[in-house]
């Protein structure tokens, strides 16, 4: 979904410009409280994984192309503070070194994925998991919905984008039937690899995985409270 220069009128890709580095500047803070020497490659394989990912494009139409955001994948992973970080860096180094992606449309794609695409997956991943019984078995399936809802998402707010401020001579309500229509497939893939990856490293290393925390933490909770009721008796 990386949007080219021009295709966006110049005062929406500047307000997407000022969220994108409203975003960024908000994440750096975050993202200490993220990090760790543990975390940190984390950080850097989850980036490199979604360049890669990212790099194998499928047309879409009226200039736009759809692939892999991996935007629920590294929320999941390392946060959602370093995800937007990781992101945004991938799309950087895209749009200087690869031609995916314009320049002036950079603070579009950031918005776009690294912004809408985290956020979104992250918050259904945490809704998705709090239904779902505390175990680490149930981290795999609310990644996958995390991952379909992120790219859904994501296509939605671009078309919402282009009916305010795209300059293809394209009716709003066909980009939004292509964008929708075409990443829900592709949503439903990112959601398979998403939970297969989160499902590898958890695993074999729940303890690097960020959405896990929580049910490691319970553990240790239940056995240091075992541990002194045992000690009581």
Do not use: C, K, Y
């Not at 009716?171 to 964008?179: F, I, Q, R, S, Y």
């Not at 933490?217 to 409270?225: C, H, K, P, V």
């Amino acid at each position: 979904m990386h949007v080219p220069d021009g295709f966006l009128d110049a005062p929406t890709s500047v307000a997407t410009g000022v969220v994108a580095a409203a975003g960024i500047a908000v994440a750096l803070r975050g993202a200490r409280r993220e990090l760790d020497d543990r975390t940190a490659p984390m950080a850097g394989l989850v980036a490199t994984f979604v360049f890669a990912g990212q790099m194998i494009n499928f047309p879409v139409g009226a200039g736009t192309s759809g692939h892999l955001m991996g935007g629920a994948l590294a929320a999941i992973l390392v946060g959602p503070w370093s995800a937007v970080l990781a992101i945004s860096v991938v799309l950087l180094v895209q749009a200087l070194f690869m031609a995916d992606g314009g320049i002036t449309a950079l603070g579009t794609n950031i918005t776009l994925m690294a912004l809408v695409g985290v956020v979104v997956g992250w918050f259904v991943f945490a809704a998705v998991r709090h239904l779902l019984p505390r175990r680490l078995s149930s981290v795999p399936p609310a990644a996958a919905v995390a991952g379909l809802a992120s790219v859904l998402a994501t296509a939605v707010v671009f078309s919402g984008l282009f009916a305010v401020g795209g300059t293809a001579p394209i009716d709003a309500g066909t980009v939004l039937t292509a964008m929708v229509g075409w990443h829900t497939i592709i949503g439903l893939g990112e959601g398979v690899i998403t939970a297969l990856v989160v499902g590898s490293v958890v695993a074999t290393r729940p303890d690097l995985v960020h959405g896990a925390r929580h049910v490691l933490a319970e553990r240790r909770l239940e056995i240091r409270t075992t541990v002194r009721e045992g000690g009581a008796a």
